[in-house]
């Protein structure tokens, strides 16, 4: 995955999915768009620092189907796939595909951890 593009090394502090809304500005008559995003917030494994990661979901997946398929908790060490990375308002927010997360088991994560001492 590293490989593919930008990655983060974080563990999760937190995830909740929700609804978000837009509007169509060229047309103020239109409903409004609806799409599902996941947000998690994470700390980076390599200087404690949070970010807050989104991921933008298809119209036709439903955010607490995709949060229930994740199985993310609190404490887990997962790498990201890092489509955009910004610093917004003091706060680093990241954004990745649907399929841009990857949870690491415990080997992964003691190896990650030895080497960096």
Same mark, same amino acid.
Request: aromatic share 4%; glycine share 8%; proline share 3%.
């Given at each position: 995955?590293?490989?593919?593009?930008?990655?983060?090394?974080?563990?999760?502090?937190?995830?909740?999915?929700?609804?978000?809304?837009?509007?169509?500005?060229?047309?103020?008559?239109?409903? =409004?768009?609806?799409?599902?995003?996941?947000?998690?917030? !994470?700390?980076?494994?390599?200087?404690?620092? =949070?970010?807050?990661?989104?991921?933008?979901?298809?119209?036709?997946?439903?955010?607490?189907?995709?949060?229930?398929?994740?199985? !993310?908790? &609190?404490?887990?060490?997962? !790498?990201?796939?890092?489509?955009?990375?910004?610093?917004?308002?003091?706060? &680093? &927010?990241?954004?990745?595909? &649907?399929?841009?997360?990857?949870? !690491?088991?415990?080997?992964?994560?003691?190896?990650?951890?030895?080497?960096?001492?």
């Amino acid at each position: 995955m590293l490989l593919a593009g930008p990655g983060l090394v974080a563990e999760v502090r937190g995830a909740k999915s929700e609804i978000a809304k837009r509007f169509d500005k060229s047309d103020k008559n239109a409903a =409004p768009i609806e799409f599902g995003i996941y947000k998690v917030n !994470l700390e980076l494994l390599g200087d404690g620092s =949070p970010v807050m990661l989104s991921v933008f979901l298809d119209s036709s997946a439903k955010p607490d189907e995709f949060a229930q398929s994740m199985k !993310l908790k &609190r404490g887990d060490v997962i !790498l990201v796939q890092v489509s955009r990375l910004e610093v917004k308002n003091g706060v &680093r &927010r990241a954004v990745c595909a &649907r399929d841009g997360m990857t949870v !690491l088991d415990k080997a992964e994560v003691e190896e990650l951890r030895g080497q960096r001492s």
